[in-house]
């Protein structure tokens, strides 16, 4: 594997440092220094600043912690710094922060020995929110406000659009999608501002909470997963009651009824029903479903029918053309001839 997959899978740094080493000279492999790409086999001698690192553990357990760093600590994994947030947290496995938090800033950092990890988190192209906490000297107007929100001209960049919030005189709330280094503080004194506290209070969905100050927790399985990009399912299938996928050439299809799925190409399958089931309710024959096209002619329908349309025949057995009679039969009525039913004769007027 690359060198610098290998530091960071033995747990020396992350892999964004060990490419800062190896560009520095500090890395070795086999006595000779190595460059971005050497690879690293079985066998091979790798040493840090001559110090030998241990070869990949890809059976260790993966750590993941946040850390309430205080005012003071330094975040780097070099031992001989005094301060470094690495003996600070004394953790069992050898473990190194994801990105950074400044020396006279506290708040919430997360650290891990998964090397894997560090750039999902760090990548600017994901726009990873980190939200702030900060109090200034003087108090805010709504153009300072305004003015970090828009974006700030620095010497080196201009820093994106941000959400910013007042929650005191002298005190307000920010969320940055980006790592520029010292950025708030920067950002501030561009405006006018010195910047007297400052603590991060969470980063994409893990929160500081009330996790106290030097004291460091593992993350939730939830908060573990949700730091890895979303898995792609191959195959979704919805439970029951909502949409089901059908087999090749398919459409999806409401479960209980709805519209037939289309072919591409062709017309909408139509749905025949048998003769002996009688008409639809509302008196249609075989009517179309909600959102359908006029069935065609069906199986068993009577001679003459317009496809599409209404039949031939009126229901209730009225000729074509015919109008319906007062009775509601085709035609009028017949004329009674002779006595009525029963033998009994006119009854005459008294």
């Given at each position: 594997m690359r060198v610098n997959k290998y530091l960071s899978e033995s747990g020396a740094c992350s892999r964004r440092e060990a490419d800062t080493f190896i560009e520095e000279g500090r890395v070795t492999v086999n006595g000779v220094p190595a460059v971005l790409g050497t690879q690293v086999a079985d066998g091979d001698d790798v040493r840090l600043d001559g110090d030998s690192v241990g070869t990949a553990r890809k059976n260790v357990k993966p750590v993941y912690i946040a850390?309430?760093?205080?005012?003071?600590i330094t975040c780097t994994t070099e031992r001989n710094v005094a301060g470094n947030i690495v003996d600070f947290v004394d953790h069992p496995e050898r473990v190194f922060p994801?990105?950074?938090?400044?020396?006279d800033s506290e708040g919430l950092i997360l650290l891990t020995n998964d090397g894997d990890i560090v750039n999902e988190v760090l990548r600017a192209e994901h726009h990873h929110e980190k939200e702030y906490v900060v109090a200034v000297d003087h108090a805010i107007t709504p153009e300072f406000l305004t003015g970090m929100a828009s974006g700030v001209r620095l010497s080196d960049a201009t820093t994106k659009r941000c959400k910013v919030e007042r929650l005191g005189a002298k005190l307000f709330k920010i969320t940055l999608t980006q790592g520029l280094n010292r950025q708030i503080r920067r950002m501030c004194e561009a405006l006018g501002y010195t910047v007297?506290?400052?603590k991060r209070i969470r980063i994409m969905h893990i929160h500081l909470g009330q996790l106290a100050v030097g004291r460091w927790r593992n993350l939730?399985?939830?908060?573990?997963?949700?730091?890895?990009?979303?898995?792609?399912?191959s195959s979704?299938?919805?439970?029951?009651?909502?949409?089901?996928?059908?087999g090749a050439g398919g459409g999806p299809q409401r479960s209980g009824g709805g519209s037939q799925a289309q072919k591409p190409g062709g017309s909408p399958p139509q749905r025949v029903r048998h003769p002996s089931h009688g008409p639809r309710p509302g008196g249609a024959p075989n009517a179309p479903r909600p959102g359908g096209s006029a069935p065609s002619q069906r199986p068993g329908a009577p001679q003459g029918q317009?496809?599409?349309g209404a039949p031939g025949q009126r229901a209730g057995g009225a000729p074509q053309g015919q109008r319906p009679g007062p009775s509601g039969r085709g035609g009028p009525?017949?004329?009674?001839?002779g006595p009525p039913a029963g033998g009994r004769g006119r009854r005459g007027r008294g």
């Open positions: 850390l309430n760093k205080p005012v003071g994801i990105g950074r938090l400044d020396k007297e506290a400052l939730t399985p939830h908060e573990v997963e949700a730091l890895f990009p979303p898995k792609t399912a979704a299938q919805p439970q029951g009651g909502g949409y089901s996928k059908q317009r496809p599409g009525p017949p004329r009674r001839s």
